[in-house]
Every structure is written in C-alpha cells, then in structure tokens.
C-alpha cells in the first residue's frame, strides 16, 4: 500500500515538474527576446521637424527626372513622409493647426504619386503644388510657434 502511494505521488509531482518546465521555457522564449523601437528622424519640436522635413522632400521635388539617385530618394522620402506623419497625426495641440493640415495634404499627394506611380517621376504641376503648400506649410508653422 505504501508503494502505490508513493508512486501515485511521485506521478503526481514528476506531471507537475513537466508541466512547470514546458511553461516557463514557452514562458521565456516568446517574451524574452528583447523589442526594439523604432528609429525615426523626429526630434519631437514640432516647428523643428516640419522645416527640416520641407527641406528635404523639396529637394526630392527638385531631383532631376535622370537622377541614378532617383529611387533612393523616393524610398527615403517615403519614410520620411511615414515618420512625420506618424509622429503628429495623432497630437491634439499640433494636428488642428493650419500648418500641419497644408502639410498632410502635401504629403498624401508625394506619397500617393510614390506609391502608385513608382517608376515615374513627378509631374510638373505635382511639383508646383508641393513647392507651394511646402512653402505655405513653412510660413505657417514659423507663424504659429
């Protein structure tokens, strides 16, 4: 009598222990691995990032339409337009601004030809627009900080 009752406990404990093992290492292998955020070029200064932003995609705009350099900057430019608009979309204080609304539009505009026109470059009365919103986008967010 005493064997059956140390086997049925033994039984009982060595279940346990496999079931104990099996969860800690489903445990540690799905949330051990470390997470990483992701890197953006935003500082946080809204007036900052949106001059230094127009900058850039303005050179984009300006690329030449025989430029080798021309998918490498529409691959930047398209993260740049991620970024930015990932950053502010969702802030209250920033998002209501006419500043920021010239800019989201100027920005759907690039990043939709992009997207859907990959392979050719920017229209010309694409660019005049985006030159135009840019610039207005520009005197806007210096006007409002």
Same mark, same amino acid.
Request: overall charge positive; cysteine-free; hydrophobic content about 40%.
């Given at each position: 009598?005493?064997?059956?009752?140390? #086997?049925?406990?033994?039984? +009982?404990?060595? !279940?346990?222990? !496999?079931?104990? *093992?099996?969860? %800690?290492?489903?445990?540690?292998?799905?949330? $051990?691995?470390?997470?990483?955020?992701?890197?953006?070029?935003?500082?946080?200064?809204?007036?900052?990032?949106?001059?230094?932003?127009?900058?850039?995609?303005?050179?984009?705009?300006? *690329?030449?339409?025989?430029?080798?350099?021309?998918?490498?900057?529409?691959?930047?430019?398209?993260?740049? *337009?991620?970024?930015? *608009?990932?950053?502010? +979309?969702? +802030?209250?204080?920033? $998002?209501?601004?006419?500043?920021?609304?010239?800019?989201?539009?100027?920005?759907?505009?690039?990043?939709? #030809?992009?997207? $859907?026109?990959?392979?050719?470059?920017?229209?010309?009365?694409?660019?005049? +627009?985006?030159?135009?919103?840019?610039?207005?986008?520009?005197?806007?967010? %210096?006007?409002?900080?």
């Amino acid at each position: 009598m005493l064997v059956k009752e140390r #086997h049925a406990l033994f039984s +009982r404990f060595f !279940i346990k222990a !496999i079931s104990l *093992i099996i969860f %800690l290492s489903i445990f540690f292998t799905l949330f $051990n691995s470390p997470s990483y955020a992701a890197k953006t070029s935003m500082t946080g200064d809204y007036a900052k990032d949106t001059i230094s932003v127009v900058k850039t995609l303005q050179i984009a705009v300006d *690329i030449p339409k025989d430029s080798p350099d021309r998918d490498e900057v529409r691959n930047e430019s398209l993260t740049l *337009i991620t970024d930015y *608009i990932s950053r502010y +979309r969702n +802030r209250g204080m920033v $998002n209501k601004t006419q500043s920021f609304t010239t800019m989201q539009t100027a920005l759907n505009a690039m990043a939709g #030809h992009y997207k $859907n026109f990959a392979s050719r470059p920017l229209p010309d009365k694409l660019k005049e +627009r985006l030159t135009k919103e840019f610039s207005l986008a520009e005197k806007m967010v %210096l006007r409002e900080s």
